[in-house]
């Protein structure tokens, strides 16, 4: 069944300018932006003619360097209103046509990270570092205040030589807890920690050899190295291999979902048809590990401990998703005065005893559904991965619960996991 669509042809040359671009690399940009069903093509003419008389020509004898230049875009008709303006606003020397035609297929290979981005589209700059002399307490200050839970290490120079993550600090630094955790506490093994740190340097807990990536290679690249090294983040380094930025995940994951705020238009589902788009039931990982909601917290920090996870989800007996319990919930709820209680989350030791619990109180008797977090946000299995990103991205969520259409619980898809699948659908 052929549907409306139109093609926008333009008339230009070689030397027409906006805003002293070509007049085709700013259509192209401007269609690149809006993120619409269309496609452009850019024809250059052997020979042509001017409305102020020049003759133009490709032949060597007569050496014409304005040679005129075809744009034909094509694109579904209820996008035509939006993207018409912008483009009569770019062609400042030459003709605009609009012309109906009926499109009787429309397909198109999937892509999930468009193969022309390079990495210093989308790093964060500056980047921030630390020396290999900056005291590990100074680190850790800076990590608890910024959104990144890594910072390159830098000699003299400013070339990297290494970087400092979360793990590395619990790992060499003997840092308690992770830094979501570590800044919710007040409490004396926080202090001791943060004592014994200032005597330990940058140097003495960094991850080296470092993996970098040049700021002039694609995003694509980028990706492989972080899914091959299972990295978060990589220091990009210019010409020179001193640091110029980083990329993270959530930063490929951005790039991903740019565009005009809102809805995907709707010209979009309407009338392309996908090619190989991936779901979130293709790269979900199932999980079975979920607590009732009578479960104690005493017990679901144990299962957290057991199974080297942060959060867990909160089911019925019908494994309805009701709620998901972190260990910063946990450490947010408890009453911060039984100190014995504080120091057994910290430390990892065996739990203290159980007590009569005043009420109101939290103690180990104190249940998931009590202190679980119900306000989620969630996706369904059959959800394209897309859609899951947007949320994620929207929500600056790490993992994302996933559930059937009956609102049963499947398992999380996770942001590692949305990495690794960029690549495959890129690669299709």
Not at 240 to 269: H, K, N, Q, W
Not at 285 to 296: A, D, F, H, L
Not at 337 to 346: D, F, K, S, W
Request: charge should be negative.
């Amino acid at each position: 069944m052929a549907v409306p669509y139109n093609v926008i042809e333009i008339f230009t040359s070689e030397e027409a300018r906006f805003r002293g671009r070509p007049v085709a690399d700013a259509v192209i940009d401007t269609l690149r932006g809006t993120r619409i069903a269309a496609r452009c093509i850019v024809s250059r003419g052997v020979a042509g003619y001017y409305e102020n008389g020049e003759v133009t020509s490709a032949r060597l004898e007569v050496l014409s360097s304005n040679l005129p230049l075809k744009i034909e875009v094509i694109l579904p008709t209820p996008e035509l209103e939006h993207v018409l303006p912008q483009i009569t606003e770019i062609v400042t020397d030459g003709i605009v046509v609009v012309e109906d035609m009926q499109v009787c297929s429309h397909r198109s290979r999937y892509r999930l990270i468009p193969r022309q981005l390079l990495v210093r589209d989308i790093m964060a700059t500056p980047a921030v570092s630390v020396t290999e002399d900056t005291p590990v307490s100074e680190v850790v200050r800076l990590l608890l205040e910024a959104e990144f839970n890594g910072v390159p290490v830098t000699d003299e120079a400013g070339r990297p030589v290494g970087i400092i993550t979360q793990g590395d600090l619990v790992r060499r630094a003997d840092m308690p807890l992770r830094l979501g955790l570590l800044e919710e506490l007040d409490h004396g093994v926080v202090t001791d920690f943060f004592q014994r740190a200032e005597q330990i340097s940058a140097r003495e807990v960094m991850t080296r050899p470092l993996q970098t990536i040049r700021a002039d290679e694609p995003v694509s690249r980028a990706i492989e190295v972080m899914n091959r090294h299972d990295l978060k983040r990589l220091p990009v380094i210019g010409e020179e291999g001193t640091l110029v930025g980083v990329i993270t995940r959530l930063d490929v994951f951005r790039a991903a979902m740019s565009g005009p705020p809102g809805e995907t238009p709707a010209a979009e589902s309407c009338y392309v048809q996908w090619q190989g788009v991936p779901h979130v039931r293709d790269c979900m990982k199932r999980e079975t590990g979920t607590v009732s909601p009578e479960t104690s917290i005493g017990e679901v920090l144990r299962t957290l401990d057991e199974h080297k996870v942060q959060r867990v989800a909160v089911v019925d007996e019908d494994n309805h998703l009701l709620g998901l319990l972190t260990d910063r919930d946990i450490l947010a709820a408890i009453d911060r005065r039984p100190e014995g209680l504080v120091r057994g989350i910290i430390d990892r030791l065996p739990l203290p005893g159980r007590r009569q619990r005043a009420e109101g109180e939290i103690t180990l008797d104190t249940t998931a559904g009590e202190i679980m977090e119900t306000d989620l946000v969630t996706v369904t299995e059959d959800a394209t991965v897309e859609d899951a990103l947007r949320l994620m991205v929207e929500h600056s969520l790490k993992r994302l619960p996933v559930l059937d259409d009956e609102g049963r619980y499947q398992g999380m898809i996770s942001r590692d996991a949305l990495l690794r699948l960029s690549v495959s659908s890129a690669d299709r």
